[in-house]
């Protein structure tokens, strides 16, 4: 390498100058334009709504499978007034010639059921007589006083104890309960008794018969079947009420110590 003997970019003759250069036969070299944007004759129109995605294949089939099952649902409810329609006319038709009420059978169910009813609930309110006397005896150590101690809710003397201190709210089939005082050897109920309530308060203390709304306690008594009592110990008593089952004279008898 040399050392640069021009560092001027002179001409190497500096009394010559140098022949311009001869024009050339070439056309000019154009610039090259960028490519433009060609615009199709959609590109003004607004974009397309956005399009649902179709139901998958499970979705359409549990669809239809409920269409199915509600239409087949119709049907049968349909077919099954059709039969119930048909067997109620059916049912209008042979009862039409007919004289005899129809609620008449229903009718005596409901008295039936009824009457069973106030049965058990006399029979109950016996037995919470019965265990009142037994608490009685077994607390006073004594045969139980005679006289009214019930007429709809329990007649407690002040200062004495009776059956009734033992005695709560019996049933609405029972507005008395008498204590009586039992001295002959034996007593038969009146079977012949009607199916009435007592109108008027038991006098207290009198013997006689149970009635349909009245519990009667005989002391120094116990029962013969249902039908009577019998001269017993005199803390025994004998707690009987009048029954509708079986008709008139019919009675309900239990023992109490």
Same mark, same amino acid.
């Given at each position: 390498?040399?050392?640069?003997?021009?560092?001027?970019?002179?001409?190497?003759?500096?009394?010559?100058?140098?022949?311009?250069?001869?024009?050339?036969?070439?056309?000019?070299?154009?610039?090259?334009?960028?490519?433009?944007?060609?615009?199709?004759?959609?590109?003004?129109?607004?974009?397309?709504?956005?399009?649902?995605?179709?139901?998958?294949?499970?979705?359409?089939?549990?669809?239809?499978?409920?269409?199915?099952?509600?239409?087949?649902?119709?049907?049968? @409810? /349909?077919?099954? #007034?059709?039969?119930? $329609?048909? !067997?109620?006319?059916?049912? &209008?038709?042979?009862?039409?010639? %007919?004289? *005899?009420?129809?609620?008449?059978?229903?009718?005596?169910?409901?008295?039936?059921?009824?009457?069973?009813?106030?049965?058990?609930?006399?029979?109950?309110?016996?037995?919470?007589?019965?265990?009142?006397?037994?608490?009685?005896?077994?607390?006073?150590?004594?045969?139980?006083?005679?006289?009214?101690?019930?007429?709809?809710?329990?007649?407690?003397?002040?200062?004495?104890?009776? @059956? /009734?201190?033992? #005695?709560?709210?019996? $049933?609405? !089939?029972?507005?008395?309960? &008498?204590?009586?005082?039992?001295? %002959?050897? *034996?007593?038969?109920?009146?079977?012949?008794?009607?199916?009435?309530?007592?109108?008027?308060?038991?006098?207290?203390?009198?013997?006689?018969?149970?009635?349909?709304?009245?519990?009667?306690?005989?002391?120094?008594?116990?029962?013969?079947?249902?039908?009577?009592?019998?001269?017993?110990?005199?803390?025994?008593?004998?707690?009987?009420?009048?029954?509708?089952?079986?008709?008139?004279?019919?009675?309900?008898?239990?023992?109490?110590?």
């Amino acid at each position: 390498m040399f050392p640069n003997s021009n560092p001027q970019n002179e001409p190497l003759n500096p009394g010559v100058n140098p022949e311009p250069a001869a024009p050339s036969s070439q056309p000019p070299v154009q610039p090259i334009q960028p490519p433009q944007p060609v615009q199709l004759a959609g590109d003004n129109l607004p974009p397309a709504p956005e399009q649902a995605p179709a139901p998958t294949p499970k979705k359409t089939n549990i669809a239809l499978i409920l269409a199915i099952v509600e239409g087949v649902i119709i049907i049968a @409810l /349909a077919v099954i #007034l059709v039969i119930s $329609s048909l !067997n109620s006319n059916k049912d &209008d038709d042979s009862t039409s010639g %007919s004289t *005899e009420k129809p609620t008449t059978s229903n009718t005596g169910i409901t008295e039936t059921l009824q009457k069973n009813q106030r049965e058990d609930a006399r029979k109950r309110d016996v037995s919470i007589v019965v265990q009142a006397a037994v608490n009685y005896v077994a607390n006073q150590n004594a045969q139980i006083e005679p006289g009214v101690v019930y007429d709809g809710t329990p007649l407690k003397t002040t200062g004495k104890v009776g @059956l /009734a201190d033992y #005695l709560h709210e019996l $049933s609405g !089939n029972i507005d008395y309960v &008498d204590v009586v005082d039992f001295d %002959s050897d *034996e007593m038969t109920f009146d079977d012949t008794a009607p199916i009435e309530p007592q109108s008027t308060p038991p006098s207290g203390g009198k013997i006689g018969n149970p009635y349909i709304n009245t519990i009667v306690v005989y002391t120094g008594a116990r029962c013969d079947s249902n039908t009577g009592i019998k001269k017993a110990a005199a803390r025994s008593t004998a707690i009987a009420v009048q029954v509708e089952t079986g008709g008139n004279g019919k009675y309900y008898c239990q023992d109490a110590n």
